[in-house]
């Protein structure tokens, strides 16, 4: 900041214009965007996008098979439109901090208050601010009479912050009660500030250098490692089925590359991102009935694997009001008159100690009207921390911090009972205040008669226990974050069910254990903003899958930068929070979290379903290509791309969308994602195995129509329909969690439905000489259909054989060890 040479008059123009071009307008600086083909080139990078755009240029360029060229690339066009989608709208964070923007602006220049755009103000000018103001930039107090900032969107209190001039200016954000921060509001008093940061180097600006770049969900991070593992596997079968191919020898290099498109198309599972969008669609709708918008798709199955919740306190677990949850009276006093009469709020509006005061006085029949007309008055202030108030009597009327208003009081048993009762209620978590009274017009008038102590409290949401009930029966352990005291957070985290040891506070994460607390930490207490985020990565770095709930600008960057951001859109919740965040709780109720994790969990096992079932058919496609490479020379391949774009796409599709939103038996709460990945070694070896099943059924339904003399047609009809009629019902086998039919085949009508339509499709192009024709498909005796419907009945069969082997070996071992 620059130096101000007279406090009185203020930055002269030239100054101020010089200062304006050197740090430039007060504003928080948009990011620069990439445009749309940047980020198109962007979802091209994917292993698999690449694989198809290959695969589609050769069949284009090199083959000369326009159809099936440009279903290939539409396939492509598909994806990439999608992902451009949803990034773009997952930018929108940033923008949302303009609207907290002062518009305009109080700047004492050349001597004269003038009123000049927030913008154009510049470190080194002096502001003034009162009550009603939002403050334009970061500012250290010179002048404060009674002031008071509401600072929650920063902090996380729910209380009014005092400024005093001079005050400190170092340490936690709620300490600083010598600075004013760009985008609060100013709620009681008036004072004078001078600039010292503005824009981006504002503590505002700096939450929006944290909203900005792209953190990816478990899902993507998952479904990213997929893709590359599917693309390595498609590169090591194309050198395989090269060196295949040269050591038979006389296929002619069209027809290799004809199998190398045939290759790619078998290795790429292109319903994949169609069924998992879809599902995750479906998914965020039966959310969204419930109260629960989801912002980012994947984030629906992030939250079913989390494994610890961040919860913020103002607003999460409590409703963000205060509340009078206690009072210790005087006998005979007249507690809420009191209350009324020495009180600035009105109609609901006012600090929110006041409005708490008011709304305990009107449920007890007690109105402003009651506490008479006021004579002279002496707000708040933060040095005497106390409030007095004459009204017509006269009667004079205190409020206050304890300890402030008893020792005006005259000595006596009453007193001594209230000042015995502060500990009891402080330890409670309860913000204490006296009140007092004597009957004089004197403002500094001592030997008052004690009236109450009256003991405020952030209510408590009322689905807030069962919420935090539910997370640990569902292994979620949830970490309370906040910017109140510590004993506040004690006493809120003990109400809901937290266990509040260890209760952290802010200024003790200093030392080089700051990522080891942390992560140990139940209860963090006096944390700003990047302490915040700070515990977010530190999970996430130990393995943690972390959603963040909250409702303030304090919370955006957390939310941004968790595996799920929820934020919480009651009365408090701030735009912002709503576009950081990649789930959004309509009603402010924690317990939709709940229904969000069962969502999650639910959705997490169809998604394993639904790729174990897709990649089980694709390697069992990819055997049949290079394994037909050698085995059947008169086919040169097996399968036609089209025919594998049409069992992948279509027949494929319609099953793996009716896995995606399946009903797994029992609470999805207590079916606990695996942790392991959605390609761990045993599901990959899950994997391995009933493509092998599937691909040897094929093979040999293909080898007894060799053998029967069919023509080259039929034998490809043949592996078609084996093929299909086996992955149909593979469908059945990679929903379930131990035995394939446990449930029964009816359970699921989804499931049902979309195998019997799969079915009837296949049957109608092979039957249909005019639709056959286009997938090169031929008329095969009764034997062919009878072959078709023996794989589709030994697949499930097969599998379970196989998985009570493989859980008879680890039984075994698990012995041996023992």
């Not at 957390?558 to 990649?582: F, K, N, Q, S, Y």
């Not at 959004?584 to 169809?606: K, S």
């Not at 394993?608 to 897709?614: A, F, N, R, V």
Request: charged share 20%; proline share 5%; glycine share 10%.
């Amino acid at each position: 900041m620059d130096a101000i040479t007279d406090v009185r008059r203020g930055l002269g123009d030239d100054e101020a214009a010089r200062l304006l071009t050197e740090h430039g307008p007060n504003r928080i600086p948009e990011p620069r965007q990439p445009s749309i083909p940047l980020r198109a080139v962007r979802q091209l990078a994917d292993p698999l996008s690449i694989l198809l755009l290959v695969a589609g240029l050769v069949t284009l360029v090199v083959l000369g098979e326009a159809p099936e060229g440009a279903a290939i690339m539409a396939i492509l066009a598909v994806n990439v439109v999608i992902g451009v989608t949803q990034e773009v709208k997952a930018e929108r964070a940033v923008r949302a901090l303009r609207t907290l923007s002062a518009p305009m602006a109080k700047v004492r220049r050349d001597g004269v208050v003038r009123r000049i755009a927030a913008a154009e103000v510049v470190p080194g000018d002096l502001i003034e601010v009162a009550a009603g103001d939002r403050v334009p930039a970061d500012a250290r107090v010179l002048e404060a009479v009674s002031l008071a900032v509401n600072e929650s969107m920063l902090t996380g209190e729910s209380n009014s912050a005092g400024k005093r001039a001079e005050g400190t200016t170092r340490g936690p954000l709620g300490d600083r009660d010598g600075q004013l921060f760009s985008g609060s509001m100013v709620v009681r008093g008036s004072g004078v500030a001078v600039v010292e940061s503005t824009g981006a180097a504002t503590e505002m600006g700096h939450i929006a250098s944290a909203l900005q770049g792209k953190v990816k969900g478990p899902l993507e991070v998952e479904l990213a490692t997929v893709s590359k593992r599917i693309g390595l596997l498609a590169l090591a079968a194309g050198v395989v089925m090269v060196a295949l191919g040269l050591a038979r020898g006389g296929i002619e290099p069209l027809d290799l590359a004809l199998a190398g498109v045939a290759l790619a198309i078998a290795a790429v599972p292109e319903s994949m991102a169609a069924a998992v969008t879809t599902a995750l669609a479906l998914g965020s709708q039966r959310m969204a009935r419930r109260g629960v918008i989801v912002r980012r798709l994947p984030a629906i199955q992030a939250l079913g694997a989390t494994t610890v919740i961040a919860s913020d306190k103002t607003g999460t677990l409590t409703t963000g009001r205060l509340t009078v949850a206690d009072h210790v009276a005087v006998p005979g006093a007249d507690v809420w008159r009191a209350a009324v009469r020495c009180n600035d709020a009105h109609d609901g509006v006012g600090d929110a100690v006041d409005v708490a005061l008011l709304a305990a006085a009107a449920r007890h029949g007690t109105t402003p009207l009651d506490g008479g007309a006021r004579l002279s008055t002496r707000p708040f202030d933060a040095d005497v921390r106390s409030m007095a108030v004459v009204t017509e009597g006269p009667v004079l009327t205190v409020k206050g911090a304890p300890e402030v208003v008893l020792a005006r009081c005259a000595p006596g048993p009453e007193a001594d009972r209230l000042e015995r009762a502060v500990p009891e209620l402080a330890g409670r978590g309860l913000r204490v205040l006296a009140l007092a009274e004597r009957d004089t017009d004197d403002l500094d008038a001592t030997g008052l008669r004690p009236v109450a102590l009256l003991a405020l409290s952030d209510e408590i949401r009322e689905s807030a226990r069962q919420a935090v009930a539910d997370c640990r029966r569902g292994g979620i352990r949830v970490i309370m974050v906040t910017g109140d005291h510590a004993g506040t957070a004690r006493a809120v985290a003990e109400q809901v069910g937290i266990e509040p040891d260890p209760v952290v506070t802010g200024a003790a994460l200093d030392g080089e254990d700051r990522e080891e607390r942390l992560r140990e930490a139940n209860v963090l207490a006096r944390v700003d903003p990047a302490t915040k985020l700070d515990l977010v990565r530190s999970l996430r770095a130990g393995g943690e899958v972390v959603a963040m709930t909250g409702d303030g600008v304090n919370d955006a960057p957390a939310l941004r930068h968790a595996d799920v951001g929820i934020a919480m859109a009651g009365d408090e919740g701030t735009d912002v929070a709503r576009e950081a965040a990649a789930v959004v709780v309509t009603n402010g109720e924690l317990g939709t979290i709940v229904t969000g994790v069962r969502q999650g969990r639910r959705l997490h096992h169809n998604v394993e379903s639904m790729i174990g079932y897709l990649l089980a058919g694709n390697l069992a496609e990819i055997f049949l290509v290079l394994v037909g490479l050698f085995a059947w020379p008169d086919l040169v391949i097996p399968l036609l791309p089209v025919q594998l774009l049409w069992i992948n796409l279509v027949l494929d599709g319609i099953p793996a969308i009716a896995l995606g939103v399946d009903r797994p038996a029992g609470d999805p709460l207590t079916a606990r994602p695996r942790r392991d990945g959605l390609l761990s070694g045993a599901v990959l070896a899950r994997i391995g195995i009933r493509s092998l099943i599937v691909g040897l059924l094929v093979f040999a339904a293909v080898e007894v129509a060799r053998r029967l003399g069919w023509d080259e047609a039929q034998v490809r009809t043949q592996a078609v329909l084996a093929l299909v009629f086996a992955r149909l019902t593979l469908a059945y086998v990679a929903r379930a969690r131990r035995w394939t039919f446990e449930r029964g085949w009816w359970h699921g009508r989804a499931v049902l439905l979309a195998v019997a339509a799969a079915a009837a499709l296949q049957a109608l192009v092979t039957l249909v000489p005019a639709l056959g024709t286009f997938l090169a498909l031929a008329p095969v005796p009764p034997l062919g259909w009878a072959m078709a419907a023996g794989a589709a009945l030994l697949t499930p069969v097969l599998c379970d054989a196989a998985r009570a082997l493989l859980r008879l070996g680890a039984g075994r071992a698990r012995r041996e060890r023992e």
